[in-house]
């Protein structure tokens, strides 16, 4: 089998929200690439988060998962994409 086809069969038997998840995840990282080499730092610092604000130290079992996924998502679409290619998706999943 080939490589095409062996990561084509490992998309389809991800479920539907798996695929999507992949699906926005590959749109977004291509975007957060186009803006970081267009726009300059302090126009979209801040559209990354409140300065100086840390993230609680807790939370909820819900947000542990939702952020687990989208970790997956990002080292999953990093590998199979070059929009998303060497310090990007590290920083975005750790």
Known sequence: MTTLRRRLAKLFHLTWQDRWLLFETYILLGLARL????????????????????????????????????????????????LAEQLLPPSLHR
């Not at 990354?48 to 909820?60: R, V």
């Open 35 to 82: 803006a970081i080499n267009i726009i300059p730092l302090r126009r979209l610092a801040p559209w990354i988060g409140a300065q100086a604000q840390e993230t609680p130290a807790e939370i909820s079992r819900a947000h542990l998962c939702e952020a687990e996924r989208s970790a997956w998502a990002v080292r999953t679409g990093s590998r199979y994409t070059r």
